[in-house]
């Protein structure tokens, strides 16, 4: 009997035992669980936080560039007053401000001193909210008179910068918005979008140096990839390309999403 008792004891201690360390590996289970919900929800408020504070900076900077500020966010193209002076007095790196009528797309255009300072930075340089700029590539020239200008943008989860980009995948969108306007200080470039496609980040379109896109046959035969060959054919040694680069989604880097669009006018600013 006493024996009995004891293997009775002794069970009743392993039991407490396994119900003690049952208890404590459900206690930690649940305090990191509690630690990621905290970190996630934070990560989350932080990035709604964000974009409402880009979204705000925008507008105030409109505020500032647009000369008829009730009026000229609506208006586009040569409707659209924009003050690249002031633009430019408010950020050196400023060259100009790019639209794409009835999308998102309505922001200052910059030129950095490299092509990763203004992935992280605002307009006004500061690395929070983490939106980046709009910018040119380094290499290009700031009057656009490269045979192909180079544009870089993120494509960002809140529908701002480059995520309209994906639209143009269909069709009837893209027949329906084919302009692409950029204000410089003293002229209006408005540009043709010709396709939009998935591009490998390592396309021999893009050749990160200043001696580059002289081989003409060799460009119409890399675009042929990736837009019509009717598009194709238009081009000449006269054409003026523009590039406007993003990734495939938000969180995918692995493809770039680029619109490529022609110059098919230029028109001089009035003094």
Known sequence: ME????????????KKKSNKISKFFWNVVFIVCLGVFIYSSFNLAKDYYGSYKAGNNLKNLKTSVFKDKNLSEKKVGENKVVDVKKLKELNKDAIGWIEIPDTNLDEPLVQGNDNDY?????????????????????????DFSDRISYIFGHNMWDKTKFSCFVNFENKEFLENHKQ??????????????????????NTPLYEQSSDRNKDLNFIKKELSKHISKDEVDKIDENSKLLMLVTCKKPDDNTLRRILFAKLINVKDKEK
């Not at 024996?3 to 392993?14: A, S, T």
């Not at 340089?125 to 700031?142: C, E």
């Open 180 to 201: 692409v306007f950029i204000h410089t200080e003293d002229k209006l470039l408005e540009y043709e979008i010709i396709g939009v496609d998935l591009v490998d980040p």
């Open 3 to 14: 024996e009995n008792d004891l293997i009775i004891k002794r069970k009743k201690q392993e």
């Open 118 to 142: 203004y992935l992280w930075r605002s307009f006004d340089k500061k690395t929070y909210p983490l939106t980046g700029t709009i910018f040119l590539d380094v290499y290009n020239k700031k």
